[in-house]
């Protein structure tokens, strides 16, 4: 577990294989969904939340600024303490865990049978991934067409991620948005994620706390 405002949490990484689609979620991303979405979802305060897919925590860290109660678990150790299994898996000894939603950033090529798997164990599901991940006639017939989405929001400005790490200053051409199913929520439809979220919500510890620290340089060494 990364400890609140820990300044060396990326020092001894482990890097994921490629087919894991490991692409971390900036802190200021999480943190615009839990103000403009999370409360959209239900009646009742959260309480409870778990991110089967946490990576190096980038977004279970940030949950738990909010949320009282953070599961974080990944099929991949990345030396971190969070638990190892795999989400997906099912019979005896397949994870499990009763909370109030799940939220988490999957696997790109995996998010749908995230999305089911959830589906059967909480009440609140909360996905982000590409916007372009409403297409496709396969996915329609295997999700949406029996569970539509709840919400849908997306982020009017752009959420760059990287693959296996986080780019404080990074840039992207990719669309991301929150796909959201609840039993009660509080409103239905399009939630925009207004733009300012990324100057507004960057905290000055992000940095120490979650970026991967530059290699050192051969000249400093001289």
């Known amino acids: 577990m990364i400890p609140l405002n820990h ?3 990326m020092a001894g990484r ?3 294989p490629k087919s894991l689609d490991y692409f971390p979620t900036a802190p200021w991303a999480t943190r615009a969904f839990v103000r403009h979405v999370l409360p959209l ?3 009742q305060p959260i309480r409870s939340a778990w991110d089967p897919a946490c990576g190096e925590g980038h977004m279970a860290e940030v949950l738990r600024e909010t949320v009282p109660a953070v599961l974080a678990s990944d099929i991949f150790d990345y030396g971190r303490g969070y638990d190892v299994s795999d989400f997906l898996a099912t019979g005896p000894g397949a994870p499990a865990h009763t909370v109030d939603a799940i939220v988490t950033n999957p696997p790109f090529k995996a ?11 909480a009440p609140i599901v909360a996905l982000l991934c590409r916007v372009s991940w409403l297409e496709g006639a396969g ?3 295997r999700l949406f067409r029996l569970r539509p989405v709840t919400l849908f929001a997306p982020y009017v400005e752009r ?9 404080p200053n990074g840039t992207t051409a990719t669309a991301y948005a929150w796909f959201c199913w609840a039993a009660d929520p509080l409103c239905t439809g399009i939630q925009m994620i207004p733009p300012g979220q990324r100057r507004r919500l960057t905290c000055p510890g992000d940095v120490a706390r979650f970026a991967v620290p530059a290699a050192p340089s051969l000249l400093a060494a001289e």
């Open 7 to 9: 300044r060396a949490v």
């Open 14 to 16: 482990r890097e994921p």
């Open 41 to 43: 979802l239900s009646p």
């Open 111 to 121: 998010a749908a049978d995230f999305a089911l798997r959830a589906l059967a164990l």
């Open 139 to 141: 996915r329609y017939e």
């Open 159 to 167: 959420v760059p991620m990287h693959r296996g790490r986080w780019e």
